[in-house]
């Protein structure tokens, strides 16, 4: 009995030195070169965040909604609250665009539809490929010319354009706030995710997107998130005022972010709760992108809510301040309504 108690104390010590050999952890001798072993990345291996499995959502049923409110919100990387999700080590495009790449998750076509005129309904758009997603993003194939010192072309030939998320500085949530009255509790839930990116359109380097004040008619030709012809809007934001040139008022149109393509966020969570995120403070926290997504550890502005007009927010309040003003006018209304539930 002896004699295999020793004997399974001697396997357990062995494997030990096998694997701080393996990891090269505390190791006395120096790496071979012509050593297949790679040397580990720091004095342990991070298992936490690869082993980790979704915490899926208590079921809900609709007899049980006593309220819901849909948002849609964007969230900007440049602010100092979401610079972790432009992390170069851990960018947030660059994970979306991996798991698409590596089929883990499905790219919604955001192009609005006569069955889905905003574009961002989930049973009404259509799949995306990868050359379809990459081409939206600039990832394409270019055309490189060479020249001769005529300035004449001599060669052509395409080449792979490579994409950096860095680019892509927005996203945008749409997301619902339910208040289940089985399990009394009111809570926000993702329904998708989407990047934004200002649209290259061809040939728009040669428009003039100057246009007088009385031929203003607060549309958005290229945002497929614009309201329709018919809404009636005080004034378009796209439009932003200048001062007057020659006695004449005019303004400048500009080409709002639009989505590239949607994300079913119940689907990402499969893969963001394996991917860390980066902390500047602590590099051990131990936080996932679902934890940053679940917990609600970003910031971000309303730039939409459910009416019956489908108006956006900038379709009726021009000024920029005044529209951040009206986005917390409404987080504080979904806020009221469950502390009015409540009597102290």
């Known amino acids: ?59 809900l049923r609709q007899v049980d909604v006593a309220y819901r409110k849909r948002v849609w919100r964007e969230i900007d990387v440049r602010e100092k609250m979401n610079e972790v999700l432009a992390s170069p080590n851990a960018r947030l495009m660059d994970i979306l665009v991996n798991a698409i790449q590596a089929g883990e998750l499905t790219a919604y076509d955001p192009t609005p539809s006569k069955d889905n005129p905003t574009g961002d309904n989930f049973e009404f758009m259509p799949r995306m490929t990868v050359d379809e997603v990459m081409a939206r993003l600039g990832g394409d194939s270019v055309l490189v010319e060479e020249f001769n010192e005529n300035n004449e072309v001599i060669s052509s030939k395409y080449e792979s354009r490579a994409f950096s998320g860095e680019n892509v500085l927005k996203f945008r949530i749409k997301e619902d706030w339910i208040f289940d009255k089985q399990r009394s ?75 590239v393509f949607w994300i079913y966020f119940p689907e990402a969570r499969h893969v963001f709760v394996n991917k860390e995120v980066m902390n500047r403070h602590n590099a051990s926290t131990g936080l996932s992108y679902d934890d940053i997504f679940v917990k609600r550890i970003f910031t971000s502005y309303i730039v939409k809510q459910d009416n019956p007009q489908d108006l956006r927010v900038k379709d009726y309040v021009v000024n920029d301040i005044d529209r951040l003003y009206e986005a917390d006018r409404i987080k504080k209304t979904i806020m009221d309504w469950e502390q009015d539930l409540w009597s102290y």
Do not use: W
Not at 33 to 47: A, M
């Open 185 to 259: 509790v009111f809570e926000p839930r993702i329904v998708g995710i989407a990047p934004l990116i200002v649209p290259m359109i061809p040939g728009m380097e040669s428009v003039d997107l100057t246009i007088s004040s009385e031929q203003n008619t607060g549309g958005d030709p290229f945002d497929p998130f614009a309201p329709k012809d018919n809404a009636v809007v005080e004034k378009s934001a796209t439009i932003m005022p200048v001062p007057v040139v020659n006695n004449e008022a005019i303004s400048i149109a500009t080409i709002d972010p639009t989505p």
């Open 1 to 59: 009995m002896q004699k295999v108690c020793l004997f399974i104390i001697g396997a357990f010590f062995s494997n030990s030195v096998c694997g701080q050999d393996i990891v090269l952890n505390n190791s006395v001798n120096p790496v071979r070169k012509d050593s297949l072993v790679k040397p580990l990345d720091g004095h342990y291996r991070n298992t936490d965040i690869e082993n980790r499995k979704v915490v899926e959502y208590p079921s």
